[in-house]
C-alpha cells in the first residue's frame, strides 16, 4: 500500500502544468467506398476478402473454401454460417481446442483503413482461445458495420466490463527472421474475411 | 535602402575554404545585396555546445550577438552555425529580445535567397551529375526541404537554386537525407562509425552516377571529401555557392 | 561470437569500432534497419493526415503526462471494478517480488511471457528463474535470443542481429530441426510447434502493456504473432506488468495512438492482434503491476520530460544512422537506440556518459517519433547535463576551454589560423598525430589555403582604398 502512496506523491510532486487534452477533429482519411477498400485491406495484410450478398452465400463460401474442405474439426460461433463438429460448451478447458482447425467468428466494427475486425469477447463463446488456438480463422462481418478508420471504430464499439475484445487484422505474422515476412506464426495461420451485404 | 547584411563565414569555412565565403559573397553582391564582414567575427560556439560545455560556448554566443546585431540580416554559408544561432541561442542565453531580433534575423545563404530575396530565376549552367547531400542542421533544423521521414508536399530550397542550371543532372540517391557523419565531434569520438556513414553515402551518390557531391554545409562536405581523397574516389565535391557563384540570379 | 556480444555500459565508441569492423555484418544490419524505415515510410505516406496525427499522439500524451497520478487512480478504480487486481512496485525489485508472489501464490513453475520491454528493465526472467519458475519467452524473436542466451537488440525485432543461418543452427541443437536448414518460414514452423506445447502447459501468462485505458480500466496489448493471446486465453493467470506512463485518459484516445503505433514500427496499418483485457478469464485471476522505476523521477525533468511519451514502437531505433551500424548491444543499456539513450542516461548519468554522444545528432529520430518526442534535442539537452554534473572526459573539455578562449580573441583565433594552414601546407604529417590522428587516419586532411577568407578580405579592402583617387 504504501508503495502506491510513494509512487503517487512522487508523480503529483513531479507533474508539470496542466496540457489540454486534445479532441480528434482532424480530418481523418475517409474512403470512397469503405467496403471496397476494407477488402482490399484485408488482401494487403495477407487475409483473404469475401465478399458475399447474404448469410446463405456466406455460408457456402466458407463451406468453400478449402481450410474448410480439409478440416474435420471446426467451430463456428455464428450461426447459419459453417458448423461446429463439436459441443463449444461442453468443452472444460480451453487447451483441449488444440486440435481446432477452423474457426468461424463474427465481429464488428471492420476498420477499411486497416482490415481489422473488432471481437467483442461475447461473441467468442465459452473459450476466447478459439480464435488464436484454431489453425484458420473466418470473420464474418456485415458491410454495414464496415467504418473508415479507428477514430470511428472506437466510436461504435461498447466495450464489455468486465470483459475482453480484440482488434484481429489478418492471420498471425512474424518477421523476425532476417525481416523475412512469414505468415502463421502461433495464431491463425490464414483469415478469411467475409464481408455479407 | 537595401537592407545591410552581415556575412558570417564560420571559422573552418573562414581558414580552410575561403573560397566559398567568397563564392557566397559574390552571390549576394549580385544579387544588389548590401554586404559587410564584420572583421571582429570568429565562431558561433557550436563545438561547444554540441559538447554540452554552455559556459565556454555562451561567451561566443554573446560575441556574436553584439557583432551581428547592427546588421538587419545576417547570413552564412553553413546550416549547422545558423541552427545554433536560430535555435540554440536560446538555451545558452534565454530568452532575450536582442537574441530573438539576431536569431529572427539570421539565415543559411540558400534560405535567404529563397525565402528573404525571394530568388525565382536562376540563369547559368553546370553541365554535371550532382548529388545533393541534404545536411542534417539544413534540413532537419532550418527546413531547407522536407525531410524523408515527414509527410507531406516534398519541397527543397537548394535544390530549387540548382535545378534551372542549364545542363545539371540531379541524380536520385537511395537515401535522399541520411546522415553523413560528420557531426562535429562525432566525427572523431565515434570515427569507425563515422566514416562507415560518410562511406556509405559516397557509395550511394557513386551509385547513382554523381561526379559532383554538393550541399550547403562545409563540414559535411570537409568529411565526405576527405573520404573520398583517401580512398582515391574520382567524385569531386563543391559547396553549393559555388555551383551558384557563376550564375544570374534574380 | 559473430554477433557481437552485449558489452558492459559507458564503451558505445569502443563496441560500435568493433561492431563496424564486421563489415559484411554492419552493412547487413544497417540494411536491416533500413528496410523497417522504408516501410515505415511507405506506412506514413499512405496517411495524409500523419503529420497531424503524430501531433495529436505527441499532445495526449503530453496531456496525460500532466496528470499521470490521476490518470492511475481512475485506472486502478476501473480496472477493480473489473476484477482487476491492481499492484504498485516503486522500483524493479518490487515488480519482480510481487510477479513472483502471484505466482507462487498459485504454485505456478511453468510461465509464458510475450514481450514487455519493462519486464528486460526490472531482469525478471532470471529473477524468476533462480526461484523454480520456468520463463517461455514467445515472441519469436525473443525466444530467439533467449535459446541464446542473451538480450534482445532491438524492442521490437529483438534477434535482428542474427543471420537465419544462425537461428538454423541454434534451432538444430536445441529444437531438433534439420541441419542446414535455414528457411524462415520452416523455422517459424518449427517454433509454432515448440511454442504451442509451452502455451499448452503454461499455468500463466505475463504481458506488457502497450495501454492501459484510465476510463474502462483495461489494458491493451498489441502483438503480430498472438503470442499474448495465446498465453493469456489458455492459462487462466494473467500478469500484465506496465511502467506508470502507460496509461492514457479514454479508449478513444487508442483511435488516434494505434494508427500510429504499428505504421511506425513496421509499415503495417495495424498489428495482427490489439486485445483489450478489462478482467481475468472465467474462473481465472488476472493482475497488473504498475510500476515506477525510476520514471518519476523523469517526469520532474522538464527538458527530458517528454521521452516518457514513448510508445515502444522502435522507429528511432531503425531510422539511426548509428544504431544500424553499430547495433543494440554497443549501447550497454536494455533500450538501445535513440530513446534507450536518453532513458539509460536520465537512470544513470555515470553509467551512461558515453550514450548522448553516441549521436551525430542529425534528428532523423525527432522526425519519426509517432508521439513527437524531441529526441535528438533531448540528447543534446543531456550533454549540457554532462557537463554540469562533470561527467564529460576531461580531454574534451580542456579541448573546449581552449578552443573557446582562442575564439574569443579575433586576433588569437586569426594567429590558430594561421598556423594550423601553415602545418596543413608544409607538415600534415604534425596534425596526423594526437588529436588529428582520429581524423586523418582515413581520412584526408583538409588542404591549407594560403590566405583565409578574412585575409582576402583585408587585401581587397586595402587595394579599393589603394585604388581610391
Redesign the interface.
Known sequence: MSGRDDILRALRRAAPPPLPLPEWSGRAMRFDDPVSSFLKSVAAVAGTPLRVPDLAAADAAVRGLETWTRARLTASLVPGVGRSSLDLDSVGAPQDLRDLEVAVVSGAPAVAENGAVWIPGSRLGRHRAVFVIAEHLVLVVKAEDVVHTMHQAYDRIRLERPGWGCFVSGPSKTADIEQALVIGAHGARSCAVVVVG | MAPTIGLFVPCYVDQLYPEVGWASLRILRQVGAEVEFPREQTCCGQPMANSGCAAEARPLAERFLSIFGRYDQVVAPSGSCVAMVRHHYRELLGDRPDLERVASRTFELCQWLVDVRGVSRVEGEFRRKVGLHKSCHGLRELRLGKSSETVGAPYDKVQQLLAPLRGIELVELARADECCGFGGTFAVAEEAVSCMMGRDRLADHEKAGAEVITGADVSCLMHLQGLARREGRRVEVMHVARILEGARLS | MSAGLPVPPGQ??RA??R???NEVR?HRH?A?G???RSNR?RG??S???????RE?AS??K????????DY??EFER?AR???IQVH???DGA?HNAIVHGILAGHGVARVVKSKSMLTEECGLNPYLEARGVEVTD????ER?VQLLGEPPSHIV????HR??EE?GELFQRRLGTPAGLTD??R???AA?HH??QK??SAQAGITGVNFAIAE???VVVVT????A??GT??PPLHVACMG?EKVI?R??D???L??VLARSA?G???????????????GGEMHVV?V?NGR??I??R?AF?RSLSCIRCGACLN?C??YR??GGYSYGATIPGPIGSVLSALRDPRAHADL?????????C???CPVRIDL?HEL?????????RGL?PLG??LT??L??LV????RL?ALA?RA??FL?RRAPWALRLG?GA??A?????????A????????RQASAEKGGLP
Not at chain 3, 503530453?62 to 497520478?69: E, G, N, P, Q, V
Not at chain 3, 587516419?441 to 583538409?446: D, G, H, I, K, V
Open positions: 558505445h565508441a560500435a569500432a561492431f563496424v569492423a554492419a544497417d536491416a533500413w528496410h523497417l515510410d506514413a505516406g496517411v495524409p493526415e500523419w503529420e497531424a496525427l495529436a499532445a495526449i503530453a496531456h496525460t503526462l500532466s496528470r499521470l497520478a492511475l487512480e476501473n471494478q473489473n476484477g504498485w512496485a516503486r518490487e514467445t515472441d519469436l524473436g530467439i525485432v529483438p534477434a535482428i543471420t537465419k537461428i524462415p518460414t523455422l517459424t514452423e509454432r511454442l504451442r502455451f499448452l474502462t480500466g483495461g503480430n504473432e498472438g503470442n493471446d495465446m486465453s489458455l506508470v485518459p479508449a478513444r487508442l483511435g488516434v494505434l494508427r513496421t503495417q496499418p495495424c498489428s495482427v492482434y490489439a486485445t483489450h483485457f478489462h478482467g481475468p478469464l472465467r504498475v515506477d518519476s523521477a517526469l520532474a522538464d520530460r531510422t544512422p548509428v551500424r553499430s548522448p554522444f553516441a549521436s551525430s545528432l542529425c534528428g532523423s525527432s522526425d519519426v535528438h543534446l539537452a543531456f550533454r549540457r547535463e554532462l557537463s554540469g564529460v574534451k573539455r573546449m576551454k578552443l573557446s575564439m574569443r580573441s579575433p583565433y589560423g594550423a594552414r596543413l588529436p582520429a581524423w587516419r582515413q581520412r584526408a586532411l583538409p588542404s591549407g589555403p590566405a583565409s577568407f578574412r585575409e582576402l578580405w583585408d
